[in-house]
């Protein structure tokens, strides 16, 4: 399998959040109250972490948060294959529903019903990322672009936390 293959396949879907990100996130989130993607490679450093053998699709976000006393924030890079992508955009718009805020890196797959019909469709703002992010434990940039989406009434705090890493919008 080619590099280009290998990061475009879901057979390794747990791509880290490089530090760049993880700036801007924390810059609008003060804590990150849950990660509910989180690996032991994860640099994330949420309060509450939920693994994939719990499996956050299936957990319900706001318990975990308010169990443990948690900030009512969450940071999501969820994996980016196949069916799980449309599975997660809805899980995460329905979290946000419940009144968590939430930030999300996601592939900007613009075509995609996933991105058209929750983060388009539901998100606050969105900053397209200028260039190819390199995830942590990749040997090499992204071959697709990716997008951070948020969820949430500091669209300021957003705006000014991301404007200098790409293009940002009110949605």
Same mark, same amino acid.
């Not at 450093?45 to 299936?58: E, N, P, R, S, V």
């Not at 995460?92 to 058209?116: C, M, N, S």
């Given at each position: 399998?080619?590099?280009?293959?290998?990061?475009?396949?879901?057979?390794?879907?747990?791509?880290?959040?490089?530090?760049?990100?993880?700036?801007?996130?924390?810059?609008?989130?003060?804590?990150?109250?849950?990660?509910?993607?989180?690996?032991?490679?994860?640099?994330?450093?949420?309060?509450?972490?939920?693994?994939?053998?719990?499996?956050?699709?299936?957990?319900?976000?706001?318990?975990?948060?308010?169990?443990?006393?948690?900030?009512?924030?969450?940071?999501?890079?969820?994996?980016?294959?196949?069916?799980?992508?449309?599975?997660?955009?809805?899980?995460?718009?329905?979290?946000?529903?419940?009144?968590?805020?939430?930030? $999300?890196? %996601?592939?900007?797959?613009?075509?995609?019903? !996933? *991105?058209? =019909?929750?983060?388009?469709?539901? #998100?606050?703002?969105?900053?397209?990322?200028?260039?190819?992010?390199?995830?942590?434990?990749?040997?090499?940039?992204?071959?697709?672009?990716? $997008?951070? %989406?948020?969820?949430?009434?500091?669209?300021? !705090? *957003?705006? =000014?936390?991301?404007?200098?890493? #790409?293009?940002?919008?009110?949605?």
């Amino acid at each position: 399998m080619t590099l280009s293959a290998s990061l475009m396949s879901s057979e390794k879907d747990d791509w880290n959040t490089p530090n760049c990100v993880l700036f801007g996130v924390r810059e609008v989130l003060g804590i990150i109250g849950l990660d509910p993607c989180h690996n032991e490679k994860s640099i994330v450093d949420a309060h509450c972490t939920i693994d994939k053998h719990q499996d956050g699709l299936k957990t319900a976000w706001w318990d975990v948060i308010s169990s443990n006393g948690s900030a009512k924030t969450a940071f999501v890079n969820p994996p980016y294959g196949g069916k799980a992508t449309l599975e997660w955009a809805a899980k995460i718009v329905k979290e946000a529903d419940l009144g968590l805020e939430i930030i $999300a890196l %996601v592939p900007a797959r613009t075509d995609t019903r !996933a *991105f058209q =019909n929750y983060y388009l469709a539901k #998100g606050d703002a969105l900053c397209f990322w200028k260039g190819r992010l390199t995830f942590i434990g990749a040997p090499a940039p992204a071959p697709f672009p990716s $997008a951070i %989406v948020y969820f949430g009434h500091a669209i300021g !705090a *957003f705006r =000014n936390a991301f404007e200098h890493f #790409g293009h940002v919008m009110d949605l």
